[in-house]
């Protein structure tokens, strides 16, 4: 079969959160580029805007809408109103997270200052506004018979990670085995639902922190291929997950790492 035809996702219908910067960013471009239509959701509209012009400017159909994941209601209006305007559901990557600070590596990050109000905003954020977006896409796909989720996890949902903090490493494994039960639940619908589990990509991530280089070098000694991945990278696995192409593919992790979680 032809690349075009295994990947086609031409005219279906894509919604990604965290879309104006990273990883977001990288997902909404290359559904845009192959041709789906993309709603870009994010707390930055300023962002998002530029983006929405570039591609636009590239020939692609994109939306935008001002979202932040943390207002569960407004998620759920969001995901149903696009849902409802274009009579589908086809994709939907549930990617928008935020940093815990460092890891147990420095003082700050060690178990016993881990700071209250910020352990429950990282749980909020990247768990419950991630069980939110696929709790509602779930229903669309269901009725549809048909979809694709996309869950961002880390390696460090899969392994234990210095330098991530500890709300963050606790999100991004729950959201694994979230993946789990509702692929489960799913998988009679023709919906499939995986998560990615990425090692480091250069993105705004913890306000830009692998832009300083001894951060950025921390995270490279411990990737076998010796980087920190463009968010290029990630669009191949990204589009093959909300394609055609992942058609048997359910209830899996993918790590995308350099090898990182191999040794
Ligand atoms: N960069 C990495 O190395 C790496 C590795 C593993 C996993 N991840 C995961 O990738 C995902 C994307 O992060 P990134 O690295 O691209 O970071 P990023 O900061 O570049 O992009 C995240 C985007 O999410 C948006 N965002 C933050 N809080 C939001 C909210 N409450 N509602 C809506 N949007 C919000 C930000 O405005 C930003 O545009 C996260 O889930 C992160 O945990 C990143």
Request: proline share 3%; net charge negative; charged share 15%.
């Amino acid at each position: 079969m032809k690349a075009e035809q295994l990947f086609d996702v031409n005219g279906h219908v894509a919604f990604v959160t965290g879309a104006a910067s990273g990883l977001g960013l990288a997902m909404a471009e290359v559904m845009a580029d192959n041709g789906a239509h993309v709603v870009m959701t994010d707390i930055n509209p300023d962002t998002l805007t530029e983006h929405r012009q570039r591609l636009a400017d590239g020939g692609g159909s994109v939306e935008t809408i001002e979202l932040d994941v943390s207002d569960l209601a407004a998620l759920r209006t969001a995901i149903d109103g696009v849902a409802a305007t274009h009579g589908r559901l086809d994709a939907i990557f549930a990617n928008a997270g935020i940093s815990a600070g460092p890891g147990y590596q420095t003082d700050a990050g060690q178990i016993n200052a881990v700071d209250q109000a910020k352990w429950d905003e990282v749980l909020h954020i990247n768990l419950s506004s991630v069980f939110t977006t696929i709790q509602t896409a779930a229903a669309h796909m269901k009725r549809q018979k048909s979809g694709r989720i996309v869950v961002t996890s880390s390696i460090a949902g899969l392994k234990a990670e210095q330098m991530v903090g500890y709300a963050y490493a606790a999100t991004k494994a729950a959201v694994i085995n979230l993946v789990r039960q509702a692929a489960m639940e799913l998988a009679p619908f023709n919906v499939s639902i995986n998560a990615i589990a990425p090692g480091p990509f250069y993105t705004n991530i913890g306000n830009g922190r692998l832009s300083d280089p001894a951060v950025a070098k921390a995270f490279s000694d411990v990737v076998p291929m010796g980087r920190i991945a463009d968010t290029s990278e990630l669009q191949g696995l990204a589009l093959m997950l909300g394609s055609p192409a992942a058609s048997f593919i359910t209830g899996t992790v993918i790590p995308i790492d350099g090898g990182s979680t191999a040794g």
